[in-house]
C-alpha cells in the first residue's frame, strides 16, 4: 500500500509540503557544516522545524520566548532537555545507519523517553544522505519536545 502510487504521492507532497522540505535542507546543511544537533547554533532549527510541523502553537505566546532561553519560555525548557539527553543521544548522531545495532539504538530511545516526566513526543529522522566519497553515510537525529 505504502508503494502504490509512489510517484503520484511524492509529487503531492512536493507540492504541498515543500516547507519540510526546506526546514530539512537547511538543517541537514548545518549538521553537514559541522553545527553539533546539541549546540546552541543548532537550536533554532531545532525550533524552526518543530513550528513548521504545527508545533508553535504549543510554545506558547510570544517569538521570543520560542528562540531566547534566557526569556525563560520553550528554549529555555528545550535547552534543559537537550542536555538532559546529550550524552546518551549524541553518539547516534555519527551512526551510520548501515552499521547501527538497532537493538543498542532502541535501548537509547527508550532510555531517553524514560527521563521524561512528562509525555513526549519523539521524532526520529533517519536521512541526511551524503555522498560526498566512499559509502553513503546517514545520520539519526533525535529531536526530543516537551509540551
Not at 526546514?23 to 546539541?38: C, I, R, S, W
Given at each position: 500500500m505504502?508503494?502504490?502510487?509512489?510517484?503520484?504521492?511524492?509529487e503531492?507532497?512536493?507540492?504541498?509540503?515543500?516547507?519540510?522540505?526546506l526546514?530539512?535542507?537547511?538543517?541537514?546543511?548545518?549538521?553537514?557544516?559541522?553545527?553539533?544537533?546539541?549546540s546552541?547554533?543548532?537550536?533554532p532549527?531545532?525550533?524552526?522545524?518543530?513550528?513548521s510541523?504545527?508545533?508553535?502553537?504549543?510554545?506558547?505566546?510570544g517569538?521570543?520566548?520560542k528562540y531566547?532561553?534566557?526569556?525563560?519560555?520553550f528554549?529555555?525548557?528545550?535547552?534543559?532537555?537537550?542536555?538532559?539527553?546529550?550524552?546518551?543521544?549524541?553518539?547516534?548522531?555519527?551512526?551510520?545507519?548501515?552499521n547501527?545495532?538497532?537493538?543498542?539504538?532502541?535501548?537509547?530511545?527508550?532510555?531517553?523517553t524514560?527521563?521524561s516526566q512528562k509525555?513526549?513526543?519523539?521524532?526520529?529522522t533517519?536521512?541526511?544522505?551524503?555522498?560526498?566519497?566512499?559509502?553513503?553515510?546517514?545520520?539519526?537525529?533525535?529531536?526530543?519536545?516537551?509540551?
Open positions: 505504502l508503494l502504490l502510487n509512489a510517484s503520484g504521492k511524492l503531492k507532497f512536493n507540492r504541498y509540503c515543500l516547507h519540510y522540505n526546514v530539512a535542507q537547511a538543517a541537514y546543511e548545518q549538521l553537514k557544516n559541522g553545527v553539533g544537533p546539541f546552541t547554533g543548532y537550536r532549527f531545532i525550533i524552526t522545524a518543530l513550528i510541523f504545527d508545533m508553535g502553537r504549543m510554545m506558547g505566546a517569538v521570543g520566548q531566547e532561553p534566557e526569556q525563560g519560555g528554549a529555555s525548557k528545550l535547552d534543559l532537555k537537550m542536555k538532559a539527553i546529550q550524552s546518551d543521544i549524541e553518539p547516534l548522531c555519527t551512526m551510520s545507519i548501515a547501527a545495532e538497532i537493538e543498542g539504538v532502541s535501548q537509547v530511545i527508550k532510555k531517553v524514560l527521563l509525555k513526549v513526543s519523539t521524532v526520529c533517519v536521512g541526511g544522505k551524503n555522498s560526498t566519497s566512499g559509502p553513503r553515510k546517514y545520520f539519526i537525529s533525535l529531536i526530543h519536545t516537551f509540551s
